[in-house]
């Protein structure tokens, strides 16, 4: 039964894509439009085995996963290019055999210096390393990375161009994919069993709920300064239980934010802030809260002559609904020093720890990545996860520290 259900998942996905593609091409062949290739087909591949410290009964100890990252480029109109860039990703222990994400698969064009982008694209908005409070247009894919740092390609029209000294930037999202979570039989779930196909919407609301977003970003002196602004659906699910499963709960909400950056010699100082009309709760409901990220980056250039740059960070997060915002970063201070030799290979160190202010958790991440060949690269990361408090609601991740490798060819 799982197997034939996870066999009609991959074949919705792959049907998606494969509509999605057919319609750029009838819509090319409707207009008789000519069509070439831009340049060969370029993307990525990666490769990753995940081994977990400490055993867990009825649990693996390792996980391995391959993501597929192909992209083709053509020439359709003069300044109109077709993209084709979907994912597959897949991993073992997971129900759902291979996901198939349209991910960044889209028409761009140019008319009088405004861009327009037509299709599926991934948006990033914000600075912060660690809680990324802006980030809030794509949706997570906590299945491939339960960090939150993959995203899921949002459906758009985005129109973007200078107003004024500032860049002007416009969203229409027709359609809100639903997150992906880790299956409860894998590692890294923390231990909540997520049904994420049993899917609610408040007030009877649905996925083709229509957002609208915009971004002013505006730079002077040594200053940066961006205003946001986002309708729609919440990408941030609040939790039901239902059958002994937690079932996600999504409804629409409004965010209003502002980032500001300002650069002082060699400190890079950061401020975000964000206020959510509906933001999920710990009580499975949601309220209203601001959201602020104080930071500050440091570099040094060329530590004792050796060529080597060390970069230090210091974020420190809250808001103000507290323990009831369901979160990872509710009030909590990120520290975390990025080494670049600079040398052939482009080796990078890192070494971050997350510290939770109200029950003391600690996350700490060390991470080396460097080039094997032209087109191979290396990065090998360890996550230590065993000093979380038991009062922490992520308290399930204690066991789960893991060491992880990951090739990644590039062609």
């Avoid at 062949?29 to 290739?37: G, Q």
């Amino acid at each position: 039964m799982v197997f034939t259900q996870s066999l009609n998942i991959e074949k919705q996905q792959l049907a998606r894509v494969s509509h999605l593609i057919s319609f750029c091409f009838i819509l090319i062949s409707a207009l008789n439009i000519s069509v070439s290739w831009a340049q060969s087909p370029t993307g990525e591949i990666l490769l990753g085995y995940r081994h977990f410290w400490e055993s867990r009964d009825g649990l693996p100890s390792n996980q391995t996963g391959i993501d597929v990252v192909p992209r083709f480029d053509f020439d359709v109109l003069q300044d109109t290019t077709l993209i084709l860039e979907p994912a597959l990703r897949a991993r073992n222990h997971d129900n759902q055999s291979v996901f198939v994400d349209p991910f960044k698969s889209r028409f761009n064009t140019y008319v009088d210096q405004v861009e327009i982008t037509a299709g599926y694209d991934i948006v990033f908005w914000g600075a912060s390393e660690g809680a990324q409070i802006l980030n809030i247009l794509n949706q997570k894919d906590l299945g491939t990375d339960f960090s939150g740092d993959q995203s899921l390609g949002q459906s758009m029209v985005n129109i973007s161009g200078y107003v004024g000294e500032g860049l002007a930037t416009f969203y229409y999202l027709p359609y809100t994919p639903k997150r992906r979570f880790r299956e409860y039989s894998e590692r890294l779930s923390a231990g909540f069993d997520i049904d994420g196909e049993n899917v609610q919407w408040r007030d009877s609301q649905h996925a083709y709920y229509p957002g609208f977003a915009a971004r002013y970003a505006y730079s002077f002196d040594d200053m940066d300064i961006a205003l946001l602004g986002f309708h729609g659906i919440n990408r941030e699910p609040a939790f039901v239980v239902e059958a002994g499963e937690f079932a996600p709960i999504y409804t629409v909400g409004t965010q209003i934010g502002m980032e500001v950056q300002r650069v002082m010699g060699n400190l890079l100082t950061k401020f975000e802030v964000l206020n959510v009309s509906d933001a999920p709760t710990l009580r499975g409901d949601f309220d209203e809260t601001t959201q602020y990220v104080i930071a500050g980056e440091y570099s040094v250039f060329s530590v004792f002559d050796s060529g080597a740059d060390l970069r230090w960070v210091a974020e420190y997060s809250d808001n103000t609904l507290g323990e009831d915002l369901l979160s990872l970063y509710q009030h909590d201070v990120l520290l975390a020093v990025h080494t670049s030799l600079n040398d052939v290979d482009s080796t990078e160190i890192s070494l971050s720890v997350l510290h939770d202010l109200d029950h003391g958790s600690n996350i700490i991440e060390i991470t080396l990545t460097r080039r094997l060949t032209q087109n191979i690269d290396l990065e090998a990361s360890f996550f230590d996860l065993s000093a979380m408090s038991a009062n922490d609601f992520f308290y399930g991740l204690e066991p789960d520290s893991y060491g992880e490798i990951t090739l990644t060819y590039y062609f």
